[in-house]
């Protein structure tokens, strides 16, 4: 099991098992067993959508939750920021746990840390190119581009006789 913690403070368990799974298919209609499927193109599709990946999780961890008697919107609420990426890390590291085959959980780890290296190398290139950024030329650039003479009275379309007149 992971775990997750959300802006209000509160530890989360993300426990998949077959129970579950039915549980999201039902109330969600997310199959968690085929994330993976066509090159992970579902699981990195509800990983990049905060709200339905907070439906996924309070589906997770509604036992905890009404054992707290937290709702799916005070769950929500408790989700922002980093919270989302805690959480989205740790339920995709319990679908892999979950996954029967070794061989099928080994390799799916091998995937998430190349998927994670490719998101660093992403962010720092960012980083370099925003602080190389000379913001006033940028600026500079973009206004000129955008020229500085008034509208010529030619471009502004000719009224046109009101049926009234």
Not at 13 to 32: C, E, M, P, Q
């Amino acid at each position: 099991m992971h775990r997750f913690c959300d802006n209000a403070g509160r530890t989360w368990i993300v426990s998949i098992n077959v129970t579950a799974i039915k549980r999201v298919r039902g109330l969600v209609g997310i199959d968690l067993y085929k994330l993976i499927d066509d090159g992970f193109q579902p699981l990195g599709t509800l990983v990049a959508d905060p709200v339905r990946l907070a439906d996924v999780l309070y589906c997770l961890c509604q036992d905890e939750a009404d054992a707290k008697s937290i709702s799916d919107e005070d769950f929500g609420r408790a989700l922002a920021g980093d919270a989302i990426t805690l959480a989205a890390d740790a339920f995709v590291e319990e679908l892999i746990d979950f996954f029967p085959d070794a061989r099928t959980r080994a390799s799916l780890t091998k995937v998430l840390a190349a998927g994670r290296k490719v998101r660093d190398r992403l962010l720092d290139h960012a980083e370099r190119v925003i602080a190389s950024l000379d913001v006033d030329k940028a600026a500079s650039r973009l206004i000129a581009s955008c020229g500085n003479s008034p509208v010529s009275s030619d471009s502004i379309p000719a009224r046109s006789p009101s049926a009234n007149s």
